[in-house]
């Protein structure tokens, strides 16, 4: 069965210190994998996406990483801001030559204190 | 460039009641994506259209739901009776391509509440 699971589910840091959020996925095939953005009241906004044979991604603070073999990514953001409470969502592609499906995870819900 | 376009941002409504959500693309882009998404069941990818053609609709819960795509740039989404379990936020995004390399760019949703 196509699954994405994230964690933690939500997660309580201080403004400047850093932090890492986890991807576990069974999906196949797998075409890519993204991590999106999603303020509150807003549609989600993409950070990055990565193919099969891209082991990390950068957006600014924002790094992805993605292993393959072990289906995992994880998305670090460095020196956290306010602005980057959020909901962040997992979504990995399966897309073969006829079809597609986009399977999504349940989110991690940050939220940055001062 | 505008982005893509959703409305109404707000909807209540009685059940039973027809509710039509409203999505204009991106210009220059060909494929749409309907999503609903609520706290219990997070993201949910409805249906999406490549070239006005609908490409997957598993993802529709049940017959209540349709969606239409008159012409290359906008669609409709119909829930019709509508249900208080419909309650959530429904998304469009609008991309280049079908195939899941193509970025897919979120409107800002529309916020329903059946009572």
């Known amino acids: 069965k196509n699954q994405v699971e994230q964690s933690p589910q939500s997660l309580i840091i201080l403004e400047g210190k850093n932090c890492t959020l986890q991807c576990n996925y069974t999906v196949s095939p797998f075409s890519n994998l993204r991590w999106y953005k999603q303020d509150t009241g807003r549609g989600p906004v993409s950070l990055t996406i990565m193919t099969f044979s891209e082991n990390t991604k950068s957006n600014g603070r924002y790094t992805a990483t993605l292993d393959a073999d072990t289906k995992q990514s994880s998305l670090h953001i460095t020196a956290s801001q306010l602005s980057d409470s959020a909901s962040y969502i997992c979504?990995?592609?399966?897309?073969?030559?006829?079809?597609?499906?986009?399977?999504f995870g349940q989110g991690t819900t940050l939220q940055v204190k001062p | 460039d505008a982005g893509v376009i959703q409305s109404p941002r707000h909807e209540v409504t009685e059940m039973g009641q027809e509710v039509t959500l409203r999505c204009k693309l991106i210009s220059g882009h060909n494929s749409l994506f309907w999503y609903r998404q609520t706290m219990m069941r997070g993201l949910e990818l409805l249906i999406y259209?490549?070239?006005?053609?609908?490409?997957?609709d598993s993802g529709m819960p049940e017959d209540r739901f349709s969606a239409k795509m008159p012409n290359a740039s906008f669609s409709t989404l119909k829930i019709q009776p509508s249900e208080p379990r419909d309650s959530a936020v429904y998304f469009c995004?609008?991309?280049?391509?079908?195939?899941?390399?193509?970025?897919?760019?979120f409107g800002p949703g529309t916020r329903l509440t059946v009572t």
């Open positions: 979504v990995v592609s399966a897309f073969s030559s006829n079809t597609g499906k986009l399977i």
């Open positions: 995004a609008s991309s280049l391509g079908d195939r899941g390399t193509y970025e897919q760019y």
């Open positions: 259209f490549n070239n006005n053609v609908p490409i997957d």
